[in-house]
């Protein structure tokens, strides 16, 4: 099995193929998408050999080839739907985001406790969080959105999982554990933010 980070990159890698497929390239070499990704072209060909991809030294890759394999890869050769937990300023932004369409990911429901938020008739709706267990059955869902504050968020992990969600995204401030059997990738914008503060002014002072 590939490790995250090789999976990162392969996200880099289709990302450049989507913006050469607008420039109407038809076939791509290893050194374009190593530029793309920040890595050199022999990382490149090592992640593609993980996966069976093999490209002609001469030719390069085909470039709808090439994404066909990487989307399967990255399971969009279909559309990803999502349900969301937590419909505040973070949940609402993520609700409406414009840019997951684009990449095969859909937002089937958001769903809250609080009563003032709900919006049966929303495109996507947002529902009852006591709904969740129903909708995520009936609509065969594995993937979840959590954006609640950081002391519910536990709480909610344990809801999100016993109604039958395998992945998780967490935005609430708070790492949390992935019991046996479920995946949490969580994503802390607080400390990314001090880290990119930390950098900056580390360079600025030639640290």
């Known amino acids: 099995m590939a490790n995250r980070s090789c999976i990162i990159r392969l996200s880099r890698y289709k990302n450049a193929l989507n913006r050469l497929k607008t420039l109407n390239f038809v076939r791509v070499f290893s050194d374009n998408l190593a530029d793309a ?16 991809i093999t490209g002609n ?25 999502f349900v969301l937990i937590g419909v505040g300023n973070m949940g609402r932004a993520l609700l409406h985001y414009p840019g ?3 990449s095969g990911i859909s937002i089937a ?5 609080d009563p003032v938020k709900y919006n049966p008739d929303g ?6 969080l006591e709904n969740l267990a129903e909708f995520v059955k009936s609509r065969n869902i594995t993937l ?23 992945g998780v995204l967490n935005f609430a401030p708070i790492c949390l554990k992935a019991p046996n059997g479920s995946i949490v990738n969580n994503i802390n914008l607080e400390t990314e933010l001090e880290n990119l503060i930390y950098f900056v002014n580390a360079h600025e002072n030639g640290n």
């Open 144 to 166: 979840a959105i959590i954006a609640v504050p950081d002391y519910a968020a536990q709480q909610v992990l344990g809801l999100v999982l016993a109604a039958g969600i395998k």
């Open 123 to 128: 495109k996507p709706p947002v529902l009852p």
């Open 37 to 52: 990704a920040g890595v050199t072209a022999a990382q490149v060909r090592k992640d593609f050999s993980l996966f069976g």
């Open 109 to 113: 429901a958001g769903f809250e406790i």
């Open 57 to 81: 030294r001469r030719g390069g890759y085909k470039v709808d080839e090439l994404a066909d394999q990487l989307n399967k890869i990255l399971g969009k050769e279909q559309l990803q739907e």
């Open 100 to 102: 997951f369409e684009r």
